[in-house]
């Protein structure tokens, strides 16, 4: 049920703020965040699966085993406090942590975290793949995932590493909702997903306050939360896509933080007093994409051509500097298995020889859509100057962040300016995403970049993506996955070009805000103000 006085509260404070013209204070119990939130489609942990609403589902649910705001480098217990693995019989045995409620007070059953998945399975929602990848159907999921007591057994089918299948189990759609106060929100058999799409039902440091699409989401402080009652009673984060704005009212001291700045805006704040920058090394790659639903995209020489029209040098020593690094492989600069080679340039004179030589004409017209937020626009523009150097000539069409995906999950784009970050932190993530489409029919939805650009991958490509996930040795696998980068770079119809370093600018009294490499690892449980 929607907090009326939370709804009232941060509907003034949005509001005085947004007006203030002069100095202020936030409350000292309070984060006031800046920052453009109209990616979010949903906030049920069952379909949540943009960056924004990742974040939100990272602060307010847990999953049994997690990657913790206190060292998002190492999986560590959170709902379950040990797991026994048993690789031969493909199972893993959890114990639950004792006393743990969710926000409605109920207390945290392994029926709950049967119920979760389950639900998961059953919605079959854009992540649940990350789950059913276990082998899990809704078929077979009663037998696949039981309860005993305060234990939970999970079975899973396929050779797999068990840190791969631990991995999945710490992703964000294996969060663990309150099956009993779902359930009886469940209006015509949706299993409670409109009811999630409006309240929260977790067991997190913060429950939802006020969520108003692309305008505010405020968090509630859990005074039960298992790790410690975090600092800050309130989270309150404004929708402002606009970067002047956010730097102008941290400066006036209006908001503790801004997310979106552009590069010149984050410059501007150098020498600004009782206001400091941190930097975040990002998992998530920005590329191009080539819709296989587009005639005039099919044909590969349009894929190596594009390769040499992106200004790579120039963009991330320009307008981008200091927040993308030039990064052309699918998996991430700083996890194992990561290819750093970067074997494509600017050369608009030989992108027109490749088109010429397999007799492609030109010019190619092809409308790309964007995010319409900083950065991004600035981005497409670039691309579209120098894109044109070579024969192809791009449109750009901008939407809202929850516009631009949608319609790329409905494959009804030409040409795609985007970002994609693991799913969870195993290079098969990406590699299922950029190197492996089981069936590319239009009604077999895969929230993949290859099926979302219809795009059937060689079967050996295929073969190779699996049989990377099945192998047990550690070093030979990650040397597969080298293979695979390599592979895409050279038969992909997709253009990697970046990856991401977060700024993110803040007042100098914020002391303990953690954004990890994905936004599953953003918490402000942590958070104090000195």
Request: hydrophobic share 40%; charged share 20%; net charge negative.
């Amino acid at each position: 049920m929607l907090n009326l006085k939370t709804t009232f509260i941060a509907g003034l404070l949005a509001s005085a703020l947004a007006l203030s013209p002069v100095t202020a204070a936030t409350p000292d119990n309070m984060l006031v965040v800046a920052q453009n939130i109209d990616d979010i489609v949903t906030i049920d942990p069952a379909s949540a699966y943009e960056f924004s609403s990742g974040e939100y589902v990272a602060n307010t649910y847990d999953t049994l085993v997690r990657y913790d705001a206190t060292d998002t480098t190492v999986l560590a217990p959170a709902l379950a406090t040990e797991w026994t693995v048993d690789a031969t019989a493909k199972t893993v045995t959890f114990t639950l942590r004792d006393g743990v409620k969710f926000h409605s007070g109920n207390p945290v059953r392994a029926e709950d975290v049967v119920g979760s998945w389950t639900r998961v399975v059953a919605l079959d929602k854009a992540p649940s793949f990350i789950l059913t990848q276990l082998g899990w159907t809704a078929d077979n999921i009663a037998e696949m995932v039981t309860a005993e007591g305060n234990t939970v057994i999970v079975r899973y089918e396929g050779d797999f590493a068990p840190s791969f299948v631990l991995n999945v189990l710490a992703a964000r759609p294996a969060s663990v909702v309150d099956m009993q106060t779902v359930m009886a929100n469940e209006v015509d058999g949706d299993m409670g997903h409109a009811w999630l799409n409006k309240n929260s039902a977790g067991t997190g440091p913060f429950s939802l306050g006020t969520y108003r699409p692309a305008d505010i989401l405020s968090l509630d402080a859990n005074p039960d939360y298992y790790q410690g009652r975090p600092s800050m009673d309130r989270i309150v984060i404004q929708h402002n896509p606009e970067g002047a704005t956010q730097r102008l009212q941290l400066e006036a001291g209006d908001i503790d933080m801004a997310k979106d700045l552009d590069p010149g805006q984050i410059a501007g704040l150098e020498g600004v007093d009782g206001v400091r920058v941190e930097t975040y090394p990002q998992a998530a790659v920005h590329w191009v994409s080539f819709n296989q639903k587009t005639d005039s995209l099919t044909d590969p020489a349009v894929w190596e051509a594009a390769r040499y029209l992106v200004d790579y040098q120039g963009m991330a020593n320009g307008m981008l500097k200091g927040q993308m690094k030039v990064h052309q492989a699918f998996w991430p600069d700083g996890f194992p298995g990561a290819l750093t080679d970067t074997p494509f340039n600017y050369d608009p004179e030989k992108a027109k020889q490749i088109l010429a030589d397999a007799g492609v004409e030109t010019p190619i017209n092809v409308t790309m859509d964007v995010i319409s937020a900083p950065t991004f626009v600035e981005m497409a523009q670039a691309l579209q100057a120098s894109f044109a150097k070579g024969g192809i000539n791009l449109e750009i069409i901008a939407g809202t962040g929850a516009q631009v995906i949608t319609k790329y999950r409905a494959r009804t784009h030409e040409a795609m300016l985007l970002y994609w970050g693991p799913d969870f932190m195993d290079p098969h993530s990406n590699a299922k995403a950029f190197a492996f489409n089981k069936d590319n029919s239009d009604d077999k939805y895969a929230s993949t970049t290859t099926w979302r650009n219809a795009w059937m991958p060689p079967a050996e490509m295929n073969a190779k993506t699996m049989a990377a996930l099945g192998e047990q040795d550690a070093d030979k696998r990650l040397s597969m996955y080298l293979e695979l980068q390599k592979e895409t770079q050279a038969e992909a119809p997709f253009v990697i070009m970046f990856q991401a370093i977060k700024q993110v600018a803040m007042r100098d009294n914020i002391k303990g805000f953690v954004n990890g490499a994905t936004s599953d690892y953003v918490f402000y449980r942590l958070v104090e103000k000195e």
